[in-house]
DNA sequence: CGTCGCGCTGGAAACGTTTCCGGTCTCGGC
DNA sequence: GCCGAGACCGGAAACGTTTCCAGCGCGACG
């Protein structure tokens, strides 16, 4: 009797026979039903012990409809996506609310975009979190009409729930800034101008500019490249077409910055004292950047978490806004001064 | 007749009465069974489109008994873990190889044990990937019982097949280093001293210098906690008590080592040219340094994919090795030069 | 012309749960 | 002593697949 335990994984009628109960009572000591008595509650959590019992989450998935898991998928061309340190802290803020609400993540980098229609309409996720700004229109759309409930990140589309940041007023900040350490001479690089999180700063920047009445004409604009050294290449592009040359650079992102820093130094001009430069990101180098670089920053993990947050609401059928926007904020540090004005 | 497509969504009934066949049929055209004739096929096939017809992975999974996901857990004391640059590298080596498998990543990030064995034996995986050291033997010996096939990354286990770093051999590759630099009095600083690896790093370090008939003493060996400046009060902590000063020092990761860095520069020690210093991780901010960290590299995706090959191997019935060593290598950078030798 | 084999198909039984619905038992009130 | 009401419990029907097994039609072979 107490050799029971045999090898082949024990299941919930095992263990009503091993209590001596019917599955259906071993069903309600298992979900803390009111109506078990305590004695055969007790019974059945000991049949399940000796038994080893763990009940399938499978099943009762099946037949409940719901899995307790949340997918993420982040749609990239450049694989894998979580060593991209930017997502990995959005990974981070969702993983934290998740992790906090007993769901389960799957973590999906999609390459095709059909994998992510496929992942919305298996049944395998409760809910979806979908992360970038790379996902296109189309897809978007077949999203929306699917039955599951998705949440946007750093993406926004009409009748999608989306969380995005304001890619727009960190390019006003970062002009704003540069203006008010006396620059007159700007010029903006990325990596690329495709993104179009580079094209809302590009456009913030521009605007707060013509604001105080100066125009960025399209020479003071480069985009270098996605290599490690595009700012390098786009620094050094806007340095050949411009004379005299720019006194406040703005970059699309940290890295572009970094490396256009160095074109900067090599073409002899001399961060902060001859041209003042600000990126957007804050990453961990920036800190460490010699100077350290002045840089836009905003909360990415909480960017991810309140995208969970979000999709924890629908998913408990609790409404939530079609919009939220994340703020940034302009951290001054060795690259931009803004006591220059006055020289 | 075509405004079938209703509301709920369609099963593979549904479809089987569209298509004008029984449920089996639908089914063989689903998985490419070949006794099924083209013309069929194609109906059925025809049907789920008009349908907009998913098959529910669930219930597949339930009849069929495996989920095709695969679990990553990391234990880990703080969370969120993605974060831990280190361990995003091993997830994005994880990543590479399942989604090429096709299957599906579910991310855990435990922060109790019980929820380790929980996904391990609730069916929700197929197998496990257990990441880093910090998973105590009391828990892998429960999950060595358990039925699921399970692979150890950065951490070994008798019974369990496990895929390691050379930690030893770091510590060893260093002092050899080091020596070769004319190194005379060493110094060993970490945050901690528990953390399996460090520890191993260390054993490395001394062996190697024992066998250059060298001996660390206990006073050349400091860990000065896990915060961000732990490097720092290590090695303040050594400057403190040895005299004349260590002219070579090892730091257990590269975080310890740009932080002991600066306590040597504070302390008036010029790094290469009176310390030589180096590292392991490889982290970026190591080779973006001034100077730039010479550290000992090991490779972080592949430490991750192998252990994910592995298990794609033992969910394949295939044997796979007991325990696999990643090898290690130090890259030379300024914080050390071999040319010291003669001075 | 009967029968065999073969290509294709459909029905029904699983897979392991939850949950509805009804049943038994006890107990207090009359 | 009977009755109704709870409290507690068990059987069975789902959930949406896969797969076994049997059946059908039909050409070929004897």
Known sequence: MSLRARRAKATIRDVAAYAGVGIATVSRALNDDPDIAAA??????????????RRSSLARSLKVGATDNVGVAIMSRHAPVILNPFYAEVIGGIEGVLEDAGKHLL???LKRRDDLLDLASEGRVDGLLVVGCDVVPEVLTRLRDVELPVVLIDNAFEGIPS????????????????????GTRFAFVAENLENPNFRARLEGFRRALAGAGIELTPEAIAAGGDSWDGGYAAMSRVLAAIHPPPDAVFAANDPAALSAAKALNEHGLRVPDQVALVGVDDIHLAAHHAPPLTTVRFDKRGLGATGARHLLDRLAGRQVPALTTIATELVERGTSRSDRGTR
Chains 1, 2 share one sequence.
Do not use: I, N, P, W
Not at 40 to 53: G, K, P, S, W
């Open 40 to 53: 055969t509650r007790a019974r059945v959590l000991e049949a399940c012990e000796a038994l080893a019992f």
């Open 107 to 109: 973590l999906s980098s």
């Open 163 to 182: 969380v995005v940041v304001d890619h727009v007023g960190a390019g006003s900040q970062a002009a704003r800034h540069l203006l008010d350490g006396g």
